[in-house]
Nanobody
Framework: QVRLVESGGGLVQAGDSLTLSCVSSGDDFRNYAMGWFRQAPGKEREFVAHIGWSFRNKHYADSVKDRFTISRDNFKNTVWLQMNNLKREDTAVYYC????????????????????WGQGTQVTVSV
């Protein structure tokens, strides 16, 4: 069974940078579209970023555009989320997700279009 394992979360100050990593144990990583979602306490899980199996296909939530960058390395089975200029409102548990099919070609924004999920990593931004 394919597993996604996130790492890189932590406690940082506003304005700092942090990079999250997500490693897949599967052999078909290069065929997966990958996404990052986050969930703050008392709030619903929300879309953060998406990268298709084609590196050129990327999407970002408006709240993180120009601050966050998603990237992937298919040889390392890894997707990253580079987060710059972190804000207090970025505090959340961040989840890595994979679409092993074609659902995200319809829309990468919805969590229901991803069928594999990591356990999450906490990011806390203090002011």
């Amino acid at each position: 069974q394919v597993r996604l394992v996130e790492s890189g979360g932590g406690l940082v100050q506003a304005g700092d940078s942090l990079t999250l990593s997500c490693v897949s144990s599967g052999d078909d990583f290069r065929n997966y579209a990958m996404g990052w979602f986050r969930q703050a306490p008392g709030k619903e899980r929300e879309f953060v970023a998406h990268i298709g199996w084609s590196f050129r296909n990327k999407h970002y939530a408006d709240s993180v555009k120009d601050r966050f960058t998603i990237s992937r390395d298919n040889f390392k089975n890894t997707v990253w989320l580079q987060m710059n200029n972190l804000k207090r409102e970025d505090t959340a548990v961040y989840y890595c997700a994979a679409d092993s099919g074609w659902s995200t070609t319809v829309s990468p924004l919805y969590a229901t279009n991803y069928d594999l999920w990591g356990q999450g990593t906490q990011v806390t931004v203090s002011v």
